[in-house]
């Protein structure tokens, strides 16, 4: 028999637990001219798929995580860019802010987007250089805090190869790395919210998952002093600060995203093609169309919330903020792209309730009934600490923007304690005020959110 044509199509195959495989399928024909004929029509058809990159920026931390970047890069994920004509530029960085300097620099016309290979702290470097760059380039004062944002065009692909890769777990529902570079080849996005993080007139930082004062801060900070135990240095911080069992005092104002179609307990998560973040987006950009014609302030007349009290925690979330070890994250309902945060507030309580809420972090139970926990959703919040109330500085009330300066570091703001931190992304910011305005849908990923039942093992 005479041997017959063949032609061969790479695809997706879609595993268990949101992982997406490579899979290949040979088709077969006892004629050239009706293969060639495929093979044809197939690549003119790929080549009007204007989503799919062609060119990318890559940036690699060769020692985030387990320091295995730069190796899961090179045997998982540029194999499958070369399959799909990928043409990459590469960078492996060699010291911390090192993407976050070369994007405000670089001449990134070239690219069709960024990627960076590595944890939520690569992730955080690329987002400042890009937010940071398009704004620079746009004219816009990142310092001021109620400036409007101009979204960047590119956009950012994740390889996870951290230590917890929160950003790509929330986004992708896994943390494979031939799963995330899979959806950067079809050409997914994914919009997402940013939070910017002022004090005063000076932008500190942009958070796109936790936002956390006490137990959160508290972590971070005692977990910089022992780098040297390496990944097991946060769960032996996260012993030692909860039975430390520190709570501070101070005032939190926000505006409830009114906006907004959920709520942090209607348990409606974020999914791929969320109606929630569809709609919501939607309703604020009318909110802003009216503030924009009525009232040129419209936001110095919008019901303020204040609360008042000590906490032994206060968390803001853009997004579930889900990892391995909590697979439904610190806010089960939050969404990517609403314009709003969850903000969490957990009143000072016994050792044993707060360890019943932190348990529920790793269930299906409701975290937040519990009589000393509050969430709202909101689309602005400010908060002073105790310490700098009692100094007669601070925000001036909801809506102001008068800081006084920081505050020393006395224990007068916790129970026994030097001054709280916050947690900002894993990073640390020491200020006792502050504010943080959340911006809808700043930033797009390679990613498409979390498929909802997605059917295992059929090909894409």
């Not at 409830?256 to 969320?274: E, F, I, L, N, Y």
Request: glycine share 8%.
């Amino acid at each position: 028999m005479e041997k017959p044509y063949a032609f061969t199509v790479h695809c997706v195959k879609r595993a268990r637990h949101h992982r997406w495989k490579w899979a290949q399928v040979t088709f077969w024909s006892t004629e050239e001219q009706l293969c060639q004929l495929w093979m044809r029509t197939l690549r003119e058809l790929l080549q009007r798929l204007t989503s799919r990159p062609k060119h990318l920026l890559v940036f690699i931390n060769p020692f985030g995580g387990k320091g295995h970047g730069k190796r899961i890069y090179e045997r998982k994920v540029a194999p499958l860019f070369t399959l799909a004509s990928i043409t990459t530029d590469i960078i492996i960085t060699e010291h911390p802010n090192q993407a976050r300097e070369t994007l405000y620099e670089m001449d990134m016309d070239a690219y069709d987007g960024i990627v960076c290979v590595g944890g939520d702290g690569m992730f955080s470097e690329v987002l400042h250089g890009l937010i940071g760059r398009t704004q620079k380039s746009a004219g816009v004062d990142q310092n001021h805090p109620r400036a409007a944002l101009v979204p960047s065009p590119l956009r950012i692909g994740i390889i996870p190869a951290g230590s917890t890769d929160c950003v790509c777990y929330s986004t992708v529902g896994t943390v494979d790395a031939e799963t995330s570079a899979l959806h950067i080849i079809v050409g997914d996005s994914l919009a997402m919210d940013v939070s910017s993080v002022h004090h005063g007139s000076t932008l500190l930082r942009y958070s796109v998952s936790l936002l956390g004062y006490g137990f959160y801060g508290d972590l971070i900070k005692d977990s910089e002093k022992k780098r040297w135990m390496g990944l097991v240095r946060y769960d032996f911080s996260g012993v030692k600060t909860f039975l430390s069992h520190h709570y501070y005092e101070g005032t939190v104002s926000f505006l409830p995203a009114q906006h907004t179609v959920g709520s942090p307990r209607d348990r409606k998560a974020c999914h791929a093609g969320c109606f929630v973040c569809r709609q919501s987006k939607q309703q604020l950009e009318e909110e802003q169309k009216k503030a924009l014609y009525g009232l040129e302030n419209a936001e110095e007349v919008e019901e303020w919330q204040v609360v008042c009290g000590k906490f032994l925690a206060i968390n803001a979330t853009n997004m579930s903020c889900a990892c391995p070890r909590s697979p439904r994250g610190l806010s089960p309902a939050a969404h990517l792209g609403d314009g709003s945060s969850d903000l969490i507030l957990i009143r000072k309580c016994s050792r044993f309730n707060f360890l019943r809420f932190l348990v529920r972090h790793t269930n299906q139970c409701d975290q937040f009934d519990f009589t000393f926990v509050e969430v709202y959703r909101v689309k602005r919040f400010q908060f002073t600490s105790k310490a700098l109330e009692d100094g007669a500085h601070g925000l001036g009330g909801p809506g102001k923007q008068r800081f006084g300066p920081l505050c020393s570091d006395s224990p007068s703001c916790c129970c026994a304690a030097a001054r709280g931190a916050w947690n900002c992304d894993g990073e640390l910011l020491h200020t006792p005020a502050l504010e943080v305005r959340v911006h809808c849908q700043l930033v797009r990923l390679f990613a498409r959110g979390i498929e909802e039942n997605p059917k295992q093992e059929s090909p894409s």
